[in-house]
T-cell receptor
Framework: EAQVTQNPRYLITVTGKKLTVTCSQNMNHEYMSWYRQDPGLGLRQIYYSMNVEVTDKGDVPEGYKVSRKEKRNFPLILESPSPNQTSLYFC???????????FGEGSRLTVL | QKEVEQNSGPLSVPEGAIASLNCTYSDRGSQSFFWYRQYSGKSPELIMFIYSNGDKEDGRFTAQLNKASQYVSLLIRDSQPSDSATYLCAVNILGGYQKVTFGTGTKLQVIP
């Protein structure tokens, strides 16, 4: 079954405690991306990756890091989380000709 | 001006009616256009995509694109309570799928 798997699904943490949200896909897609979703602001792109070792900033990259060492994995790193990073995060992949995105189930992060 | 604009709703329609969801975009160079459905607490899933001016039909769904007016819409015929969700319009600014920008979504309520 084609899947985009995110972990953790839910996390409550404190300001400044480094955390990583993992994203793994089994669809052999080259493109992967991270979005955050906030009420009234919709989905906003954080970072994307066109292929292994190729990453680029989206619209809201501040406070986040990513890496793409393997095709299937695209972790999102918050080096020093702050309360304004409390959000619902989605990982997405694309590989079809239409450019449609396939989303993971989401990770709800709360930073106290 | 937001790149992709949608009325947040809620849009309420009776069961069996036609629901009309609208989206405008600002970049005339936009290449492709997507409609995603997002149930509460779930991840977005693709309903339809459209590239060319005119209508594209898929079952009860019809996407309409007017590039001159920078307008894309989604019609849902014979609306069902199970169609109640938030509908996200997404626009690919650069072509390919690197830069996909989402609207904030329109919440649809289908009243039984």
């Amino acid at each position: 079954e084609a899947q985009v798997t995110q972990n953790p699904r839910y996390l409550i943490t404190v300001t400044g405690k480094k955390l990583t949200v993992t994203c793994s896909q089994n669809m052999n897609h080259e493109y992967m991306s991270w979005y955050r979703q906030d009420p009234g602001l919709g989905l906003r792109q954080i970072y994307y990756s066109m292929n292994v070792e190729v990453t680029d900033k989206g619209d809201v990259p501040e406070g986040y890091k990513v890496s793409r060492k393997e095709k299937r994995n695209f972790p999102l790193i918050l080096e020093s989380p702050s309360p304004n990073q409390t959000s619902l995060y989605f990982c997405a992949t694309a590989g079809g000709g239409a450019g449609e995105l396939f989303f993971g189930e989401g990770s709800r992060l709360t930073v106290l | 001006q937001k790149e992709v604009e949608q009325n947040s709703g809620p849009l309420s329609v009776p069961e069996g009616a036609i629901a009309s969801l609208n989206c405008t975009y600002s970049d005339r160079g936009s290449q492709s256009f997507f409609w995603y459905r997002q149930y509460s607490g779930k991840s977005p899933e693709l309903i339809m995509f459209i590239y060319s001016n005119g209508d594209k039909e898929d079952g009860r769904f019809t996407a309409q694109l007017n590039k001159a007016s920078q307008y894309v819409s989604l019609l849902i015929r014979d609306s069902q309570p199970s169609d109640s969700a938030t509908y996200l319009c997404a626009v690919n600014i650069l072509g390919g799928y690197q830069k996909v920008t989402f609207g904030t979504g329109t919440k649809l309520q289908v009243i039984p």
